[in-house]
């Protein structure tokens, strides 16, 4: 059984959100959140909003035990880009890509 939470059209590159994805993946739950409270950076806020919308899913959709969560799965993929040209020398244009992501957390109950 797992539960899930997903934020859409964050605007925020799934490249920095990823290296956070990384150091709560197989954590418990409560230990994930103190990463991430801790971490200073901005995808940390997002991720706990997500995560904390996942252990509530949990709780109340699945009626599982906080103290057995853990983070089975958190990742970042890309959203759609938003592009703007910026000038540049001779009359060319360089493009700005202003990138979104989804930012998941799956959680699970440890046997």
Same mark, same amino acid.
């Given at each position: 059984?797992?539960?899930?939470?997903?934020? /859409? &059209?964050?605007? *925020?590159?799934?490249? %920095?959100?990823?290296? *956070?994805? %990384? #150091?709560? $993946?197989? /954590?418990?739950?409560?230990?994930?959140?103190?990463?991430? $409270?801790?971490?200073? %950076?901005?995808?940390?806020?997002?991720?706990? !909003?997500?995560?904390?919308?996942?252990?509530?899913?949990? #709780?109340?959709?699945?009626?599982?035990?906080?103290?057995?969560?853990?983070?089975?799965?958190? &990742?970042?993929?890309?959203?759609?880009?938003?592009? $703007?040209?910026?000038? !540049?020398?001779?009359?060319?244009? &360089?493009? *700005?890509? %202003?990138?979104?992501?989804? *930012?998941?957390?799956?959680?699970?109950?440890?046997?």
């Amino acid at each position: 059984m797992e539960a899930r939470a997903i934020a /859409k &059209y964050v605007r *925020i590159s799934p490249l %920095k959100v990823n290296f *956070i994805c %990384k #150091e709560i $993946r197989g /954590k418990q739950v409560d230990e994930a959140l103190s990463i991430l $409270r801790f971490t200073p %950076k901005q995808g940390a806020r997002v991720l706990e !909003k997500v995560l904390t919308s996942a252990i509530a899913n949990a #709780e109340n959709n699945f009626n599982m035990d906080r103290d057995n969560l853990f983070v089975a799965d958190a &990742y970042a993929n890309d959203g759609p880009h938003m592009k $703007r040209f910026r000038p !540049k020398a001779r009359g060319m244009a &360089y493009p *700005i890509l %202003k990138r979104s992501s989804h *930012i998941g957390v799956v959680v699970k109950e440890r046997d």
